[in-house]
């Protein structure tokens, strides 16, 4: 699927400042299960002296208009302006491919049409209906809550997911950490997880592209049909086959390094992104500093994943 220019630009972008470090676009708001405002999350890019940064937020643009006035403001009180960091309006969407659950991230580079808040709008639904649904089963096995149902936030657009269910379940006192009550609860397979319709891979890839969107996969280390090690020939093939399908469809790049990555795991996205032509993206996937360790802490201007992973070791290889 040929990009627009629109397109081309910010995928040239996200690559090239990808390579060069001191960036971070996989962040999390309140406004999904994030634990900071999206003006806290600028605010805190800017003392990271990150060099380019992205909220992205699950099933929900609604805090890029806050991020985006706290980043006009940040800039103005700045003493160096031109140093300011590039925001990019972002959101991370679920769907399935390969008889698994895949998110996307998609990047925008201005405001996306009204097409794509109104495909959001039909996602936020379908996951209000999961969210009641689920919180129904935590009571049902016989889990006392605090709270009458599903809390969708004081402002429009906030989004209730699993992560907020689970704090919910360590508040009330029912487990130690998020984790736990994932682990024990909340997870497929478990007994209050009740899944959600998705809409389908290429509808949501359309989707972004035709909100001159640029649609990286997110995290792909976390997905059933990721090798367990380089030495799985077999695995690598099959993981080859799905970014390769997945680009036909519409998908632009590959977040080789995520937060949770491991070097082996970074060094073979980057090698298959580039193999493919798809452009590589490095993202925390940061929750906010109060988060119980499930994610990784924001990325910092220092941070440099392509170096550590991939420029290190070709060199220590020649």
């Known amino acids: 699927m040929k990009m627009t220019e629109k397109q081309q630009r910010l995928a040239n972008f996200l690559k090239q400042s990808t390579i060069g ?7 999390h708001s309140s406004f999904s299960d994030g634990l900071m405002t999206p003006s806290e999350v600028l605010r805190a890019v800017w003392e990271q002296q990150l060099r380019a940064a992205a909220i992205t937020d699950h099933d929900t643009l609604a805090g890029i208009s806050e991020a985006l006035a706290e980043q006009a403001t940040l800039k103005k009180n700045s003493d160096k302006p031109e140093a300011a960091v590039n925001f990019i309006p972002g959101i991370e969407l679920s769907t399935y491919f390969a008889d698994t659950e895949i998110h996307l991230l998609a990047y925008f580079p201005e405001k996306p049409p009204a097409k794509m808040y109104d ?12 969210n009641q ?5 935590v009571q049902e096995i016989g889990y006392d809550m605090s709270i009458a149902g599903p809390e969708e936030g004081e402002k429009a657009g906030e989004v209730w997911g699993r992560a907020h269910l689970a704090r919910q379940l360590v508040k009330d006192g029912h487990f130690r950490s998020s984790k736990e009550a994932f682990r024990k609860l909340l997870s497929p397979g478990k007994p ?10 290429p509808e949501c890839l359309d989707t972004i592209n035709a909100a001159n969107g ?3 996969l997110a995290h792909p280390q976390e997905y059933k049909f990721c090798p367990l090690s380089l030495d799985d020939e077999e695995g690598i093939q099959l993981l080859s086959r799905i970014f390769r399908d997945l680009k036909t469809l519409g998908l632009h790049g590959i977040e080789a390094f995520h937060g949770m990555v491991n070097p082996d795991q970074a060094y073979l996205f980057y090698k298959l ?8 993206t490095q993202g925390s996937d940061n929750h906010g500093p109060e988060d119980d360790g499930s994610h990784h802490a924001m ?13 290190l070791r070709d060199k220590t290889q020649e």
Do not use: P, W
């Open 214 to 216: 640029v649609a990286v």
């Open 119 to 130: 495909f959001i709008a039909e996602m936020q639904k379908e996951r209000r209906l999961r």
């Open 21 to 27: 470090g001191g960036v971070d676009f996989h962040l």
């Open 299 to 311: 990325f910092s201007r220092e941070t440099n994943f392509y170096r550590d992973y991939v420029l």
């Open 133 to 137: 649904r689920m919180f129904s089963k």
């Open 273 to 280: 992104a580039q193999e493919l032509d798809l452009i590589v």
């Open 192 to 201: 209050a997880y009740i899944a959600r319709r998705h809409f389908t891979a």
